[in-house]
């Protein structure tokens, strides 16, 4: 199965906008002497693209299967748990402002840290994931196992025997 | 109801994060004290940062283990940005500072820092900068070398570890008061890259650290001409400094390396380590390590680093106005 | 044959047990998806503090050279290379594996790691005056030509179509020019404080390689049809050493282009396997086969990866120059303990730098025997069901991105990069051109800035570029591999594109 002409049309078109946007930004931003490799790149770069995007309209990009509907569908649920998980692993990163003082933004932002928010992340992603209907008693119990045995693994690994120093939440 | 939710938002907050409050400096420090690096790992800052920390953790020190953190990226800009900016000041993220390097860059603008957004504790090394040409280079000493320069304006190349850092400060001094031209090449990838430059001959000289040209010295690979400092150095007490050699260069190149927290950490945890850190840096063990590495080892407490870098401030605010 | 007099010194029960440590634990860090060597060996540091100094660089000398083999493991199981030295490895790799090869790609793999190992430390051992002469001379105009080089390989590469790989190695080059410039100190395409630093190579790598694999694994996750992550049935390892008996034209490609590009300071050792890889096609009688699961590009990438770590510790050891980021690493273990690089070395510290060598020889053997029983034992692990398998993939490249610099920042990079080149891939995007860009851009302009530098101060008049870039043998040599490369890759895709569009009746350019 392959891509449909739109959508060809539509990645190679954003490609081609990303690529137009580096030329500009690198053509216009001083010191001229720093960009003067990125001003190299940067024809390369739209050239390159431009002759994607013609193949595009012309109808000869043939590669690549696209995303289907079911696709989207698929992995939408995962890639969710995934921002949510990585941004309550993210303690102390990317500050707004405006919001600080205020006592739910400050809660949020102390994060759940690195092994809590793996723990929950690992064990939604697997039961999200796993074929087994969720009315089934005994997969959750197998899928508790399994969490607790691949963080074990992951906190010895990283906390005990590398002594890597992780941002800590509110818990752990 | 708005208060309510407040109310029970706060206590919620506060069950939650009591394991966190900040400690007092009775307490402090009761978990391990990052030191963030600037530079990669192996690099000269990299390594004696490793050296000076490493009895923390004994019971008369500090009690708990330093750890590092290496934030390379930029010549030390991306790491002393980040410090400024994000780390939490309580004393549990320290930093290693490089003088004259993170002043000129402030002063050079384009960064979140300046010498008002840290508190130095204390300093540990001083490696000033050193002239050093190939080994089979014509020139022997920094006369002849300043003297072609003077004769062939723009012909001298000269490598060092980028811009705004010791090497190149050093360079600009010595242009200054020589009144020679020469051409500073940048490298990328620390002094290391600099020093292959001046051994495989891609350049004319080259300006590196005091360490590193007295091992590629030792090892036969370059000659060292002169000395960026006041005095000789006890490693290198047969090279002249550039006083010496009638170039009125004092030292404010010399990269002076030491910890230092964010603004803002509670004075009795910075008096705390101002108290503690200097007896560790002197502790036996480092004293030795350091020998071994070829790293000079200078001590200075809070207040002789603030003096210290008070008068870097001015100096360089005058060195880099024209640039 | 000094060395062979301090074979004793590998054998002392501590530096010993070291060394077979040193080599499972690397073996299994670098078959762990997301964890990479350089990562491993920073980490290692600390401990080397309690250690002698002999000790200490046999711990870091295993765990370097049984990363990299170790990395393997997982770019052909998982198509997630462990190191930048490993994609290539991915390329053919995990077509073999996906054809049910998976054992057998493995024995080769490090069969091959083996030999292309053991002969690069003895060029170390014999040849190390010599080859640091050579080393040194590489000056800015050939490092910029030698990256230019490499950028070639581009177009050929992994790639279905030739304007995408080549458009993927744009935006790879793009994305090594965010952040600050280095030596001018300009601020480039800083949208947010995390890419201040540029793209960090190795959470690049994570995110561009593992995110789209755990998103693919999502993608099929709830349907039943087939849950395991990959069958890796048994091969006979009889059949594997014949075979690498009969691979004699890509082990000495692998070896030769492995020990030059590892002797090169500032290349980084990083794109040993994938110009490897590419010379093993264009030099082999089946390019065709290639990218389909077959073993000569495996083959080739492999022992050059590893025959890379030898003569890449000659200006290391030398002239204290690192030529790669883990090089580097080493060095600062050495300076530790007070051990001076210089060309005498060999004479002042014998007894550290011959142990040293000599486990990195014994090691090799090492890694092999040991390889193939963890690869034994990862094959077992592969077939853990996908949802577990995402999941953990997923799991530890936010620890692998966080550990490297230990910046949350590098992880939202990570996640971004898998992303977009998720979305890429499916439009016939491919991820290894991405990646060579990434490593390429910064040596090619760090190198072209200096020459720039330097030749103005070298020679007069408007034509001082060109007369420092174009002129010496050196450089003349490398513009004709240059011309040479470009030309091969046109004019096989133009035959290619015929020959498709005879079959099927429409280009597949």
């Known amino acids: 199965m392959t ?38 790149i940067s024809v390369f770069f ?17 590669v690549g299967e696209g995303l289907s509907g079911d696709t989207v569908k698929a992995i939408l649920p995962g890639l969710i748990v995934i921002l949510i998980y990585f941004f309550w692993a993210a303690k102390g990163y990317g500050k707004v402002a405006a919001l600080e003082g205020h006592w739910l933004y400050d809660w949020v932002r102390r994060g759940l840290g690195f092994y809590t928010s793996s723990t929950i992340a690992f064990f939604t992603l697997y039961s999200i994931y796993d074929p087994t209907p969720f009315s089934d008693g005994r997969s959750w119990i197998k899928r508790v196992i399994v969490t607790t045995i691949f963080m074990a693994v992951i906190y010895g690994l990283f906390a005990l025997l590398l002594k890597v120093q992780t941002p800590r939440g509110m818990i752990f | 109801m708005k208060t309510l939710f407040k109310a029970l938002g706060l206590s919620l907050a506060a069950a939650t994060m009591g394991l966190a409050v900040p400690a007092s400096a009775d307490e402090y420090p009761s978990r391990p004290i990052g030191v963030a690096v600037s530079y ?9 940062a490793r050296i000076v920390t490493m009895v923390a953790g004994n019971e008369d020190m500090l009690g708990q283990p330093i750890y590092i953190l290496n934030k390379p990226g930029a010549g030390g800009r991306v790491g002393w940005n980040w410090f400024a900016d994000e780390v939490e000041a309580d004393g549990y993220t320290m930093s290693a500072y490089n003088v004259p390097h993170f002043i000129a860059q402030s002063i050079k603008g ?19 900068a050193v002239v050093v040409v190939g080994k089979d280079s014509p020139y022997n000493t920094i006369q002849e070398l300043v003297d072609y320069a003077k004769g062939n304006p723009g012909k001298v190349t000269l490598s060092g570890a980028g811009l705004f850092v010791g090497h190149h400060i050093a360079a600009l001094q010595l242009e200054k008061e020589t009144g020679a031209k020469f051409v500073y090449i940048p490298t990328k990838g620390g002094g290391a890259a600099a020093m292959k430059a001046v051994i495989a ?20 690979n370059v000659k060292v001409l002169a000395v960026a400092d006041l005095e000789r150095n006890d490693f290198l007490p047969d090279v002249p400094t550039l006083m010496e050699s009638g170039y009125p260069v004092d030292n404010a190149s010399v990269n002076f390396r030491g910890l230092m927290v964010p603004k803002g950490t509670p004075q009795d945890v910075i008096d705390k380590l101002a108290a503690k850190v200097p007896g560790m840096f002197e502790h036996a063990r480092v004293v030795k390590r350091m020998k071994a590495g070829g790293s000079p080892l200078h001590v200075m407490n809070r207040e002789e680093v603030q003096a210290m870098w008070a008068k870097r401030q001015e100096t360089l605010a005058e060195l880099l106005k024209g640039l | 044959m000094e060395f062979l007099s301090y074979f004793g010194g590998v054998f002392e029960p501590l530096a010993f047990a070291l060394l077979v440590g040193g080599t499972i634990g690397g073996l299994i860090l670098g078959a762990t998806p997301g964890l990479s060597p350089t990562m491993a060996v920073a980490l290692l540091i600390p401990f080397t503090f ?18 990299v083999a170790g990395g393997a493991v997982s770019a052909i199981l998982l198509k997630i290379p462990g190191a930048p030295a490993n994609i290539a490895t991915a390329l053919d790799g995990n077509a073999m594996a996906r054809k049910g090869q998976g054992a057998r790609a493995l024995h080769l793999s490090f069969l091959s790691s083996g030999i292309g190992g053991v002969l690069g430390v003895l060029l170390l051992i014999f040849l190390t005056p010599m080859l640091a002469q050579w080393a040194l001379a590489f000056g800015p105009s050939h490092l910029f030509w030698l990256a230019i080089l490499g950028v070639t390989v581009i177009g050929t590469l992994d790639s279905k179509s030739f304007v995408k790989g080549l458009l993927s190695g744009c935006i790879g080059l793009w994305l090594s020019m965010i952040g600050y410039d280095d030596i001018q100190g300009a601020q480039r395409f800083i949208f947010h404080d995390a890419l201040a630093g540029g793209i960090h190579i190795i959470a690049a790598l994570i995110g561009i390689f593992a995110i789209p694999q755990v998103l693919d694994m999502f993608a099929k996750g709830r349907s039943k049809v087939k849950i395991e992550a990959i069958d890796v049935p048994q091969h006979a390892f009889g059949d594997s050493v014949k075979e690498i008996g009969r691979s004699a034209r890509p082990l000495t490609i692998g070896t030769v282009i492995g020990s030059i590009v590892g002797l090169i300071p500032g290349i980084g050792g990083q794109i040993a396997g994938l110009v490897a890889y590419d010379q093993a096609k264009k030099f082999s009688p089946h390019k065709e086969k290639f990218g389909t699961g077959h073993p000569e590009g495996l083959v080739a990438a492999e022992s050059a990866n590893n025959a890379m770590v030898g003569p890449s510790l000659v200006p290391l050891l030398t002239l204290s120059i690192p030529g790669s980021p883990t090089a580097a690493v080493l060095l600062g273990g050495l300076l530790i303990h007070g051990i001076f690089p210089g060309s005498d070395i060999f004479d002042r510290n014998p007894e550290v730098i011959w142990t040293f060598i000599n486990s990195m020889l014994i090691g090799q053997i090492f890694m092999v025997i040991f ?94 570029q060109a007369q420092y870039f174009m002129t010496g043998s050196l450089n003349l040599v490398l513009m004709a591999l240059v011309v040479l490369s470009i030309g091969y890759s046109f004019l096989s895709h133009r035959a290619r594109g015929r020959n498709a569009s005879v079959k099927s009746g429409e280009v597949q350019a």
């Open chain 2, 40 to 48: 990669g790992a192996g690099g000269a800052t990299d390594f004696q």
């Open chain 3, 371 to 464: 390889g193939i029983a963890i690869a034994k034992w990862a094959a077992k692990i592969a077939r853990a069901p996908l949802p577990i398998m995402g999941s953990a993939v997923l799991v530890l490249a936010l620890f692998g991105s966080y550990s490297v610099q230990q910046s949350m920042g590098d992880v939202w990079i990570m996640l971004s990069l898998g992303l977009g080149m998720y979305f890429l891939e499916k439009f016939g995007f491919s991820a290894a051109p991405v990646v060579l860009g990434l490593i390429l851009g910064p040596i090619a302009e760090s190198n072209f800035v200096q020459g720039s530098l330097i030749a103005g101060a070298q020679f007069d008049g408007n034509w001082a």
């Open chain 2, 201 to 220: 001959g891609d350049v004319v000289a080259g300006i590196n650290n005091l360490s590193d040209g007295f091992r590629a010295a030792e090892a036969g």
């Open chain 3, 50 to 67: 309690h250690l002698s100094a002999t000790q200490g660089l046999i711990l870091l000398g295993a765990a370097y050279t049984s990363t």
């Open chain 2, 110 to 128: 384009g960064v979140k820092y300046s010498v008002d957004s840290f508190e130095p504790i204390a300093n540990w090394g001083a490696d000033p």
């Open chain 1, 3 to 40: 891509a449909s002409r739109t959508q060809h049309l539509v990645s190679s078109g954003g490609i081609f906008a990303i690529a137009l946007f580096v030329a500009w930004v690198s053509f216009t931003q001083e010191p001229a002497e720093a960009f003067l490799f990125p001003r190299l």
């Open chain 1, 46 to 62: 739209m050239a390159f693209a431009l002759w994607n995007f013609v193949r595009a309209v012309m109808g000869l990009s043939k």
